[in-house]
């Protein structure tokens, strides 16, 4: 059972940075998309960010876009979400995910999960 782990969450003011991190226990996903949710309280789960095995097919959503960047390490099994100039309606609980096909939006579409990390930015 691959395992996803999430770190790098953390309370940050409006206008600052973090960096995600998600590390793969094995080389799984390295041709497969890996993706980043997040889920604010009250809200359901939504789509932030993914990106290919290659690295030559990403997505974001709108709301991050300018803001946000994806990129993976594949010799570390590490996919990583630079989150830049971020903003209180950031905060959230943000989780990677990964499937062994394409890059895709829907949630439903991803096989492994990690437990999550807290992002909370100030106001």
């Known amino acids: 059972q691959v395992q996803l782990v999430e770190s790098g969450g953390g309370l940050v003011q409006a206008g600052g940075s973090l960096r995600l991190s998600c590390a793969a226990s094995d080389a799984t996903f390295r041709r497969g998309a890996m993706g980043w949710f997040r889920q604010a309280p009250g809200k359901e789960r939504e789509f932030v960010a993914a990106?290919?095995?290659?690295?030559?097919?990403?997505d974001y959503t709108d709301s991050v876009k300018g803001r946000f960047t994806i990129a993976r390490a594949n010799a570390k099994n590490t996919v990583y979400l630079q989150m830049n100039s971020l903003k209180p309606e950031d905060t959230a609980v943000y989780y990677c995910?990964?499937?062994?096909?394409?890059?895709?939006?829907?949630?439903?579409?991803?096989?492994?999960w990690g437990q999550g990390t807290q992002v909370t930015v100030s106001s």
């Open positions: 990106i290919s095995g290659s690295s030559l097919n990403i």
């Open positions: 995910a990964g499937r062994l096909g394409a890059v895709v939006v829907s949630q439903y579409e991803y096989d492994y």
